[in-house]
């Protein structure tokens, strides 16, 4: 079948990679794609704008689309599920990505608030404040302990959450995110009772009743080592989390898994596709750690799949077939079991000011592990170019963690252009927990 992936980042370049090895998959377009993607078999860039419903349905029809695949969050806040389903024409390609109501769980903080207060899923305590009662905003920062959180409710490119450590500096920041410090996205605002613990994520695929919970992945959001400085789409992530072993992977399914599937499925929000999970794992007076909801969002995480992907080796053209059929507990999901590590290459001045255009050398150089490319594109001569702030990542696997950091280092040191940058510390954090 011929099938339509929206997106242009790593993220899309992993699922590519997967959508491609596929026997079911006869011809597979990327909208709009990278340099990387535009090297995979079987797949063609299409210079198309996701959120451009219309040039996204006529190339659809063009090209006899059987299958459209959505990587980005705003298409799916924006309805393009809906908009296929709405579609005599269209309504028979099978859409992987959830209803516009469904894609609310990452489009709004306050109604992913309310969705799991309802369904007694456990997370932060939170109030969500407007212009309105911003006393009662400060009333309620008052009563919290240091750090404090604040989460513009719309999205906001991944910039959107503000932790803070002076009481008085949260109110002043309160204020100004009720203001328009990041536009419309924070009209509203959640408060966030502060969660002490350990971050990973957890992503399951969803056909509305049934679900597969994929491999879990820890990724790293700030710029500078040891996680210091500003926040980023993302600087690596490492697969498995070692710690969300069977016990607390229990924990999770029934405590977060299977109320969100259910919640769904009772509130009748159509949902096909992903369900990524952010978590923060919470020791307990018993020395065990307990998982709670930080953020659900509703695609695949960037760079979280490009140590996720490679580890699945069923065909994922499949299970999304089933997903779409709502028969998704009719067919294995197999995994890999070794580590996967990936370590993100970025600009120069990123996540602030950076070049675009400059020219990339070594990619031909990497041996045994994988080059995702996040922010390309091809130039004269196919000199491949940056294009973005993240710019390529490098993915390796092993029999352990340390091992598979080790590879993506060495490989990634082959890679070079003006100014680029990396974290030396990825994973870090977890081998120490692991001694």
């Known amino acids: 079948m011929n099938i339509l992936l929206l997106g242009s980042g790593g993220r899309e370049h992993a699922i590519a990679c997967k959508i491609a090895e596929s026997k079911q998959c006869k011809q597979l377009f990327v909208a709009p794609g990278n340099a990387g993607t535009a090297t995979i078999a079987k797949c063609t860039n299409v210079d198309i704008d996701p959120t451009n419903f219309e040039a996204v349905k006529n190339f659809a029809l063009e090209k006899s689309i059987r299958m459209l695949v959505v990587g980005p969050e705003a298409p799916l806040v924006a309805g393009i599920t809906n908009y296929f ?3 005599n024409e269209l309504r028979n390609i099978m859409v992987i990505g959830p209803s516009k109501q469904g894609a609310m769980l990452e489009g709004s903080k306050d109604y992913a608030k309310e969705f799991m207060t309802r369904h007694h899923i456990p997370t932060a305590a939170h109030r969500t404040i407007t212009a309105d009662n911003l006393q009662e905003g400060i009333d309620f920062l008052r009563k919290l302990k240091a750090p404090y959180v604040l989460k513009a409710d719309g999205l906001a490119a991944g910039k959107g959450v503000l932790i803070i450590d002076n009481l008085a500096e949260a109110e002043r920041e309160l204020a100004s995110m009720l203001d328009g410090k990041f536009g419309q996205a924070s009209a509203k605002v959640v408060i966030e009772e502060y969660l002490s613990g350990v971050e990973l994520s957890v ?5 509305g009743k049934h679900y597969k919970i994929l491999p879990t992945a820890k990724d790293y959001k700030r710029i500078g080592e040891g996680d210091t400085g ?18 607390f992977m229990r924990k999770v399914e029934e405590r977060i898994v299977i109320p969100t599937v259910k919640g769904l499925h009772q509130e009748e929000i159509p949902y096909k596709g992903f369900i990524f999970i952010g978590l923060m794992a919470v020791m307990n007076e018993n020395g065990e750690r307990d998982p709670y909801v930080i953020e659900y969002n509703v695609r695949m995480g960037d760079p979280e799949t490009e140590s996720v992907f490679p580890r699945i080796k069923s065909d994922v053209v499949n299970l999304f077939i089933h997903t779409w059929h709502g028969n998704l507990n009719q067919t294995p999901l197999e995994i890999d079991p070794r580590a996967a590590a990936c370590v993100m290459m970025v600009a120069g001045g990123y996540p602030e000011h950076y070049e675009k255009g400059l020219p990339i050398s070594g990619l031909d150089q990497v041996e045994g592990s994988i080059v995702f490319h996040a922010g390309t594109k091809m130039g004269p001569g196919n000199q491949v170019l940056t294009n973005g702030g993240r710019v390529v990542c490098v993915t390796s696997m092993a029999e352990s963690v340390p091992v598979a950091l080790l590879k993506s280092y060495q490989e990634l040191a082959k890679i070079n252009w003006k100014d680029a940058y990396f974290r030396h510390d990825i994973g870090q954090d977890l081998l120490k927990m692991m001694i």
């Not at 992503?203 to 056909?207: G, Q, T």
């Not at 500003?230 to 016990?247: C, Q």
């Open 203 to 207: 992503f399951v695929l969803s056909d």
């Open 230 to 247: 500003l926040n980023t789409g993302g600087m690596g992530s490492i697969s498995p989390v070692h710690f969300a072993d069977k016990e």
């Open 85 to 87: 389903a709405s579609d």
